[in-house]
């Protein structure tokens, strides 16, 4: 493991934890080099689909394009990073369990505006009007209106 702060490849675990759900382990390490602690995070490597973009190339699932997605719209809203982080989790283990060898993107995009709306509305709209490429402020009120009928539908 590289060291973040000097690039030394030497270093020594001090601690080794599980997270709460036991999918993940932290480790707190410190470098030989500098002396300066760091943490990892090590989790196990499942097979994840690849990824149909729009243009038919297919890439590798990136789990960090998803939540950078998810963060950016949640900019500045009242979310921790833990929710976001349990949010790509959820993304992630249910395309696993799909199994599927390969996923359009537009799918990917669906679990995510998802996710979004569970989480908080204004960061679903934000996501949304980028990931379905609202062309006017007509779609975006049209996308609001669908909200505040859905909100009212559940308060009725």
Avoid at 134 to 148: A, P, Q, S, Y
Wanted: charged share 40%; proline share 3%.
């Amino acid at each position: 493991m590289k060291c973040p702060f000097c690039s030394d490849l030497q270093n020594k675990v001090i601690d080794s934890r599980l997270s709460k759900d036991h999918n993940v382990i932290r480790r707190r390490r410190e470098c030989l080099g500098c002396g300066k602690r760091f943490t990892t995070y090590e989790r196990i490597e499942e097979t994840l689909p690849l990824v149909i973009k729009k243009d038919g190339r297919r890439e590798p699932f990136d789990r960090s394009k998803i939540f950078t997605g998810m963060k950016k719209a949640c900019e500045k809203r009242p979310i921790s990073i833990n929710t976001i982080e349990r949010a790509v989790d959820r993304i992630e283990q249910g395309l696993q369990d799909k199994g599927e060898k390969e996923i359009e993107s537009s799918a990917v995009g669906e679990r995510v505006v998802n996710e979004l709306h569970e989480i908080d509305e204004v960061a679903y709209v934000r996501f949304a009007s980028v990931y379905r490429q609202f062309k006017d402020v007509t779609d975006f009120m049209k996308e609001v209106g669908k909200l505040l009928k859905r909100d009212s539908s559940d308060h009725a």
